[in-house]
């Protein structure tokens, strides 16, 4: 089970066993179909589920700053389940170019660098298209 570790009001999924929460906005034409947008999906393993507390602050006050510059940033979930210290962040991006970006230029390793002492092994990041189901 996945918890939302950042919580905002218009956003809340239901995973079954509890909820996601997030400010994401993926746009009416989005929603209708009429436009595109892109995720970039991070999954990484914690050493603990402790350290998931210390990786939210990092990502927080360092990470997120960085990726909010890039070109064709949107939003961004994070999630984490402290029962294994399992985490995702999905990003939201404008175009694929933008999403693959972070990937091929580097940026996403140089910033999970900053948390490397945290995790047991490299995070892995792959590009999928929001597919709106209303």
Not at 12 to 19: I, M, R
Not at 25 to 32: A, L, S, Y
Not at 62 to 89: C, E, N, W, Y
């Amino acid at each position: 089970m996945f918890r939302a570790i950042d919580q905002g009001a218009t956003l809340a999924l239901s995973t079954g066993q509890g909820h996601i929460w997030s400010t994401l906005n993926t746009g009416e034409d989005v929603q209708k179909g009429r436009g595109h947008m892109y995720a970039r999906v991070t999954i990484a393993q914690y050493h603990t589920a402790e350290a998931i507390d210390e990786g939210a602050q990092i990502y927080r006050d360092s990470i997120l700053p960085a990726t909010q510059q890039l070109k064709g940033f949107k939003d961004v979930i994070t999630l984490g389940d402290r029962s294994t210290g399992k985490a995702m962040v999905i990003t939201f991006w404008e175009t694929e170019a933008d999403a693959q970006a972070g990937i091929s230029s580097g940026f996403v390793q140089q910033q999970a660098a900053k948390l490397a002492h945290l995790f047991s092994g490299a995070p892995t990041s792959e590009v999928f298209e929001v597919v709106p189901v209303k």
